[in-house]
């Protein structure tokens, strides 16, 4: 029900197309975006933040891959221009091991839920004007994830992080659109405390 309205708020298309039958195109929002983004920027074509969303840049940098290689250049991923793109580089899932990294260092007391909305808080970054424009620049941003600060950013993520990075990148928000949480039981900041919480999940309470 949240999704839809985050959504909304994005302009975003959450579809995550499945595996064997795929067409990214501009306006979707997925895990396979991301794959697709790496695979470019591995082959110069994408020199821009990874986000998961097939945006203007995304499209531009298909297009040039197409033409490069003789395909239609319409800008869409379709199944011919991703299996070219397979046999000309590998995606090595680099900023998804940090997102899932990020999700374990956060929240791996916490319900699968819960984990997804350390995730979602995220992406809704990366699409937010306050915070940098890709994934690894809001994860690695100083001063604002507890866990990239006492090192637990480094402990191995579990299969579960791995799942509830792969739901928030292909859309999923449990949290509504939120930009923040924080522990309210050993939290110190004022300002954190401050903001209206907009919902709890386990141990965190999420604000904007």
């Not at 039981?185 to 004022?190: C, D, G, H, N």
Request: aromatic fraction near 8%.
């Amino acid at each position: 029900m949240l999704l839809g309205a985050c959504a909304m708020t994005l302009g975003l298309t959450v579809v995550a197309p499945s595996a064997g039958a795929q067409k990214l195109e501009q306006g979707v929002r997925s895990e396979h975006v991301l794959q697709l983004q790496e695979q470019l920027s591995d082959l110069g074509y994408f020199d821009a933040g990874m986000t998961g969303y097939y945006g203007s840049i995304t499209k531009r940098a298909v297009r040039e891959f197409q033409q490069a290689q003789g395909l239609s250049a319409d800008g869409v991923a379709g199944p011919a221009t991703l299996n070219r793109l397979n046999k000309k580089a590998k995606a090595e899932g680099e900023t998804l091991r940090q997102l899932a990294k990020l999700i374990h260092g956060e929240a791996r007391g916490e319900s699968f839920e819960g984990q997804v909305a350390v995730g979602a808080v995220v992406l809704n970054r990366v699409h937010s004007s306050e915070f940098p424009s890709s994934i690894s620049k809001v994860i690695f941003q100083k001063g604002q994830f507890t866990a990239i600060d006492d090192g637990q950013f480094n402990t191995k993520p579990t299969q579960t992080s791995y799942r509830a990075a792969r739901k928030a990148l292909n859309g999923a928000d449990p949290t509504n659109g939120a930009l923040y949480y924080y522990n309210p039981k050993i939290a110190t900041s004022v300002w954190s405390k401050s903001r209206p919480t907009l919902l709890t999940i386990g141990q965190h309470d999420f604000t904007r």
